[in-house]
């Protein structure tokens, strides 16, 4: 294992274990709403700050790009972090939630760690080196065809001005897929398209800490990752679509006659 990666898998068992202790006793976790529908809980901020230490004890150069601490430092190497990502679900009890913790060098994700503490599923990459869980290496699903694709997405949940548009998609996906699911953690929705668990995903207004380690895992384990045109841009627009090579090719054509002037140019 990279020196890199083993660091970030390293900082995301420590906050793994900060969040499974947690969960014995949810009614007394303190929480904070940033934002209508958007909480952040003394959880969160604990695991960060495990997170946040452990790298910079490694690479004290290093600098951060944290959910709930936002940038810190300047260096060519810069980790991309979500202490919880799906911190409404964790709140609930509602196991669906996770770590992730990506690292930049130049603006090219180069590691990624996705952990599913509920499980004690490790989702990691190193560029060029292959995606795995645990030990077992990853590949994406074998289907060709969306028909008989189970495909992840997000609903709105902080921002609605394109909810039209994305029930329409909604409405066209619901006939032409095996199926739709919305579990409310993207990170780990994008780390269960490459372990083959999903056939494709789509969603819109996602900050980079929910999806720079888990693309690199499906790019890693053969899959396609690009923003609502299939262009390079997702991770600055927010909007993603990711999937094997022919269920990406096939969601965004079922995608875009739905886009609007504002999703085409961002």
Do not use: C
């Amino acid at each position: 294992m990279h020196p890199m990666l083993n660091t970030a898998v390293k900082a995301a068992r420590r906050a793994g274990g900060i969040i499974n202790r947690a969960t014995r006793n949810l009614d007394i976790v303190a929480v904070r709403e940033k934002a209508a529908n958007d909480y952040v809980s003394e959880v969160d901020r604990e695991a960060e700050q495990a997170i946040i230490g452990t790298l910079l004890t490694a690479y004290p150069g290093h600098s951060v790009l944290a959910e709930e601490s936002g940038a810190s430092g300047q260096s060519d190497y810069q980790w991309i972090v979500d202490p919880l990502d799906g911190t409404t679900n964790f709140l609930h009890g509602f196991p669906q939630y996770a770590v992730s913790i990506a690292l930049a060098h130049k603006g090219i994700t180069t590691q990624a760690v996705i952990y599913d503490p509920t499980r004690n599923d490790l989702f990691t990459a190193t560029r060029g080196r292959g995606a795995f869980l645990n030990e077992t290496r990853l590949r994406v699903s074998k289907r060709t065809h969306l028909k008989s694709a189970l495909i992840g997405t997000g609903f709105p949940f902080r921002q609605f001005e394109h909810i039209d548009a994305y029930l329409k998609m909604l409405r066209e996906l619901m006939q032409y897929t095996a199926g739709l699911r919305r579990p409310g953690a993207a990170a780990l929705d994008l780390a269960y398209v490459a372990s083959g668990r999903l056939d494709g995903f789509w969603e819109f207004g996602l900050s980079p800490w929910d999806m720079a380690a888990g693309a690199l895992l499906i790019t890693e384990a053969g899959g396609l990752v690009g923003d609502l045109q299939g262009n390079d841009g997702w991770l600055a627009s927010g909007n993603i679509v990711a999937g094997t090579p022919k269920v990406f090719v096939e969601l965004l054509k079922l995608l875009e006659p739905h886009l609007t002037p504002a999703l085409r140019k961002r």
